[in-house]
Every structure is written in structure tokens, then in C-alpha cells.
């Protein structure tokens, strides 16, 4: 595709239940970057992958959180127990080596 | 702790006027500043500035760094009401595994009124 796609663009689910944010980055780009936005705030780096591999998960707020990248492609970000502070807009990026990030739309995510 | 700093985080000003939009960042390992514009949800990259001094222009925006000061600014001549958005201003660090990790700043919410 032209640019990086994420689904879904809106999430809405109870707290407790489990969710999972899907990104399709730049074909190409070995690169990709997980964001969470939260009202009011700067993004805030989650995790990092180069290839398939995560050699930087430090960002991930908690153990409910976990991401995976298979084929050097789609990465999927889940929630697991899901809670009401989760709920932010979550981004994906990718780049070509260290160059440029392009994001994408992102996941608008509510806990209720 | 690194840090990025955006003043002020919001502007109110007609078309036509010119801003200009602080950042100022206290990152370890730099590698680079990036400027960022979002207007709904996916930020759009505006520049990438790696050398103090050097101008990057685009149009009616521009931005500069300084590495010494640690700062950065974004300025933009004869605003439009597309303007209106936030720009995200985000430092690059090196941290040995992660190339490329962006520290954030807040942003800061511009409004052009027509």
C-alpha cells in the first residue's frame, strides 16, 4: 500500500476483555514503532521492532502488553485485561532504517 | 530523564500572521530532531534536522536548530485556517538497539482563525 495502515481505526470494549491492534507498515520498511497517545499528552514510545525481532520493548507500560511482527511485515499489538487508563489513540510507524518515521492513522481505543 | 519541551501548547491567531513554535530538549545519544504535524490522527513529517545552523524550508514553514542551546524552532509566515493543527516536535535518540526511537514532545495546539 501507499502509507501504513492500522484496524481497527476505532475500538470500543469493556474493561477486562482482551484487544488486539493490527499495523501494516510501509512495504519495505525493516523498521516498525508502536505510540500511545493519551489525551493531553506527547506520544510515548511502547516498542520497537527491526525485522521480527523487539530488541527495545522498554515502553511497554505493563506485562498486559505485548506485540509481535511475523514476516517482517503486519505487527499486532494486544491488550490483555484490558483497563480504563488503556484507552488513548495507539500509532503505528515504520521507516527505512533510521530514517524518517510515517505513521499511520492509528486505533482510537475506549475502556469502559 | 530525557525530555523534549514544547512552548507554548497552544496559539490563537488570525490568517496571516506569523508563528513561531519553541522546542527545547534534553535528550542523551541526539542523532536528530523531527518536526511533526497532526491534524486528525496520523502525524505528517514536516523536517528532519541533524546540523545546527542550517535552515530547512518548505514553502511558508521553516524550522532551524540549535545544539547547542538545545533547541529547536518551526515558524510559519502568513498562516492559513489549514494551519490549524498540532505540531509535535521529537528528538531521535540512539540507544545502541533502537535506532530511531522519537521522544515526544506535547505538542503544541496551533488555531488560525479566518
Known amino acids: 500500500g501507499a502509507g501504513v495502515s492500522q484496524s481497527p481505526s476505532n475500538k470500543v470494549t469493556e474493561k477486562g476483555k482482551d484487544v488486539e491492534l493490527r499495523c501494516d507498515p510501509i512495504s519495505g520498511h525493516t523498521a516498525l514503532y508502536w505510540y500511545r497517545q493519551s489525551l493531553g499528552q506527547g506520544l510515548e514510545f511502547l516498542i520497537y521492532?527491526?525485522?521480527?525481532?523487539?530488541?527495545?520493548k522498554s515502553g511497554l507500560p505493563s506485562d498486559r502488553f505485548s506485540a509481535e511482527r511475523t514476516g517482517g511485515s503486519v505487527s499486532t499489538l494486544t491488550i490483555q485485561r484490558t483497563q480504563q487508563e488503556d484507552s488513548a489513540v495507539y500509532l503505528c510507524a515504520s521507516s527505512y532504517s533510521s530514517y524518517e518515521q510515517y505513521f499511520g492513522p492509528g486505533t482510537r481505543l475506549t475502556v469502559t | 530523564e530525557d525530555k523534549v519541551v514544547q512552548s507554548p501548547l497552544s496559539l490563537v491567531v488570525h490568517e496571516g500572521d506569523t508563528v513561531t513554535l519553541n522546542c527545547s530538549y534534553e535528550v542523551t545519544n541526539f542523532r536528530s530532531l523531527l518536526w511533526y504535524k497532526q491534524e486528525k490522527k496520523a502525524p505528517t513529517f514536516l523536517f528532519m534536522l541533524t546540523s545546527s545552523g542550517i535552515e530547512k524550508k518548505s514553502g511558508r514553514l521553516s524550522s532551524i536548530l540549535d545544539k547547542k542551546e538545545l533547541f529547536s524552532i518551526l515558524n510559519i509566515t502568513a498562516t492559513q485556517t489549514g494551519d490549524s493543527a498540532i505540531y509535535l516536535c521529537a528528538v531521535e535518540a540512539d540507544r545502541g538497539s533502537t535506532l530511531g526511537r522519537l521522544y515526544f514532545g506535547r505538542g503544541t495546539q496551533l488555531t488560525v482563525w479566518p
Open positions: 521492532f527491526q525485522g521480527n525481532s523487539a530488541p527495545d
